[in-house]
C-alpha cells in the first residue's frame, strides 16, 4: 500500500495481457480503452533498477463495462552486507597483514533469516538485504575450536537508501586462553 512517506517511481513499465504502459514521474501508469474482460497485470521485471524487488506480484483483475482500476504495485530497494572473519593474533579488533582469514564459518543475518559461509578469504556477502535494522552474527558451532569473538558478538547496522551496502564487517576471532 502506498503510504505518504513512499517514493514513487518514473519509468517503470508495468505489462497488462501484451500492453505496455510506463509510469510517470508520479509513479501513475495508465491503459486505456480496454474492453471488459480478464487481465493480468504486473512488472516488466527487466525495467526495474537492479537493487530494486518487487513486493507486488502479478494481478489478476476482472474489468467491467466503464469501469476504472487502480492497483498500487510496489518494490523495496535492496542493499548488501559483506565483511570479514579472521583470527587477530594481536587483539587489536583489525586485520593486519600477517593475520589469518577464516573459511567456512557460518555468518547469519537476522536470527537465521539467512545463513552464509565464508570463502578461503574469510569473506562473506549477503545480497538483497531489505532496508532497516539488521543483525549478523557468527554460528558459534561452526568456529574452529579454542577461538572466541573479539568484542560484540552480535553486530547491528542500519541500511538507507543513502546507505544501501555495508562493507567491511569485521569478526575478529582470538584463542579462548586470552
Known amino acids: 500500500r502506498f503510504d505518504e ?18 509510469s510517470n514521474e508520479d509513479g501513475d501508469y495508465v491503459f486505456t480503452n480496454l474492453p471488459p474482460g480478464i487481465y493480468r497485470v504486473y512488472f516488466h521485471l527487466p525495467s526495474l533498477p537492479a537493487n530494486y524487488t518487487p513486493i507486488t506480484g502479478e494481478q489478476l ?12 504495485f510496489a518494490v523495496t530497494v535492496n542493499g548488501s552486507v559483506s565483511g570479514m572473519v579472521f583470527i587477530d593474533t594481536n587483539a587489536n579488533g583489525l586485520f593486519d597483514k600477517n593475520e589469518k582469514p577464516l573459511s567456512w564459518v557460518g555468518v547469519i543475518i537476522d536470527d537465521g533469516r539467512q545463513k552464509v559461509f565464508t570463502d578461503n578469504n574469510g569473506e562473506f556477502y ?3 538485504v531489505s532496508l532497516g535494522a539488521h543483525t549478523v552474527t557468527l554460528d558459534p558451532q561452526s568456529l574452529p575450536t ?33
Open 5 to 22: 512517506e513512499d517514493k514513487t517511481l518514473a519509468g517503470i513499465k508495468i505489462l497488462l495481457d501484451g500492453r505496455i504502459a510506463t
Open 126 to 128: 549477503f545480497e538483497g
Open 61 to 72: 483483475i476482472r474489468l467491467r463495462e466503464q469501469e476504472n482500476f487502480f492497483i498500487d
Open 146 to 178: 579454542g577461538l572466541t569473538i573479539v568484542g560484540h558478538e552480535v553486530k547491528t547496522l542500519f541500511l538507507t537508501e543513502e546507505e544501501l551496502d555495508f562493507p567491511d564487517l569485521q569478526f575478529p576471532l582470538v584463542t579462548e586462553e586470552r
